[in-house]
């Protein structure tokens, strides 16, 4: 992994300047005759190229961007999306691997030098791997087998190098993913870092999982063996990946998928106390019985009381059509600013298409209705951007937003039709009157 503040933002920096550099000699072909739907597509293929290239050979931060970007692949139009689509989902499973010999050395460091006595095999080729570790296969010495985590070297140097730097151009990256702000996602990231960094608290994330879901008829979370700082050990699990059920899941399969999904994500802080906060595909796995299985519980949201009561009063304030409850209630809780003057129906109209969802028994996610909300709150010149900007994200908020909207659009990837309101009536407090 490359470590060099200087040599990590010259690499950073050239993706949106290679963005510039292709607009200008895009415009100069299709001045000189050029089809502009034929240039359009290869600016775009060599963009996404260049994208993966560049933050999967990072790593640290700068993949850990590409990951959290890559579930909102969906909002994208479509004649763009492809090139995109294949180069993120990339980036949700696979990076270029470090060597076995800074394996075993890691390894040796944090398990001791007699680590190899602890397994009874250990395959040096990674299965798979992530923004700040590679995941290798092994049979633990009682007969086990087990996927064990190695975080990079250097890994925590590069990771918040990274995000200082991605801070410094948001706005130019802001052309690489059209509606969607930059900024506070980076902010996001990079205050739950140095927790994702110690995998003793993963391993704790994860005990207390896998303890709440223990036997789950819809749900495998993988127990853990063993943990270090820098190494996790925990039982392999099997399935298929959920960018496979993306790229070409059977209908049966998608909505199966998307309702397992959505069940997770809004039981698990009433069970566990806690909200899985990196939602994108590559942490979710179909198994052969049908049970999703979860993993990657590096950053979660601590909710020892649930999902926050006034979160489902705004639902159902906002599907009753009752502007001025929905608007008192979001100043109560600070998403209005003291001293903001944005009237109450305006804020209704800007929230209410958010919660069609819940308006029937059945809602078909598609990326049609996504790219559709992208493009309304992203118009500069319509009014629901005016009210979005008037709005404020609680701190306290943050990972609940991140986490919804990044299923959302994972939902909307797969294309999944599925009963979301009966699942809100279940386990968001507050939604109910």
Not at 33 to 60: C, P, R
Not at 92 to 105: G, L, V
Not at 201 to 229: C, L, M, T, W
Not at 339 to 358: K, N
């Amino acid at each position: 992994m490359p470590r060099k503040t200087v040599a990590r933002t010259a690499r950073l920096a050239s993706l949106p300047l290679g963005v510039a550099g292709r607009v200008v000699g895009s415009w100069g072909k299709r001045l000189a005759g050029q089809d502009a739907a034929e240039v359009n597509a290869q600016m775009s293929a060599k963009t996404a190229e260049q994208l993966f290239s560049v933050l999967g050979q990072l790593k640290g931060g700068a993949m850990k961007f590409g990951q959290a970007l890559s579930v909102f692949e969906a909002a994208v139009p479509d004649e763009l999306a492809a090139p995109y689509r294949e180069a993120l989902t990339k980036l949700q499973t696979a990076a270029p691997p470090m060597s076995a010999k800074a394996t075993h050395r890691m390894l040796a460091e944090q398990l001791g030098r007699s680590w190899q006595s602890r397994f009874a095999e250990f395959d040096d080729t990674p299965a798979a791997s992530a923004s700040i570790g590679q995941v290798h296969r092994g049979i633990w010495h009682d007969g086990r087998p087990v996927a064990v985590k190695v975080q990079y070297p250097g890994a925590d140097e590069a990771l918040m190098s990274d995000l200082r730097q991605l801070s410094r151009f948001s706005r130019l990256f802001q052309a690489l993913v059209p509606g969607t702000e930059i900024k506070p996602l980076l902010a996001e990231l990079t205050d739950r870092m140095t927790e994702e960094l110690d995998y003793r608290q993963e391993a704790a994330n994860q005990r207390a999982v896998a303890a709440a879901y223990d036997g789950d008829k819809h749900f495998i979370v993988p127990k853990v063996v063993a943990s270090a700082p820098k190494v996790l050990v925990s039982e392999w699990t099997d399935g298929t990946p959920l960018a496979k059920i993306i790229r070409a899941g059977t209908r049966e399969q998608r909505d199966a998928a998307g309702y397992l999904l959505a069940e997770f994500h809004y039981s698990a802080p009433a069970r566990a106390g806690m909200l899985h906060a990196d939602p994108h595909p590559g942490n979710f796995m179909i198994a052969e019985d049908g049970r999703m299985c979860v993993i990657d519980f590096g950053g979660v949201a601590k909710l020892p009381d649930g999902l926050p009561a006034p979160l489902g009063k705004l639902m159902r304030f906002a599907m009753a059509d009752d502007s001025e409850s929905l608007f008192q209630t979001l100043r109560d809780e600070g998403f209005v600013r003291p001293g903001t003057q944005v009237p109450a129906e305006h804020v209704h109209a800007y929230l209410a298409p958010f919660v069609e969802p819940l308006l029937t028994e059945r809602f078909r996610f598609t990326r049609k209705w996504m790219q559709a909300q992208a493009e309304r709150v992203g118009d500069l010149g319509g009014q629901d951007f005016r009210t979005g900007r008037s709005l404020n994200l609680p701190p306290q908020y943050l990972m609940i937003h991140r986490v919804l909207a990044g299923s959302t659009g994972i939902l909307c990837q797969l294309d999944a039709e599925l009963p979301a309101r009966e699942i809100v009536e279940r386990w968001q407090p507050g939604f109910k009157a």
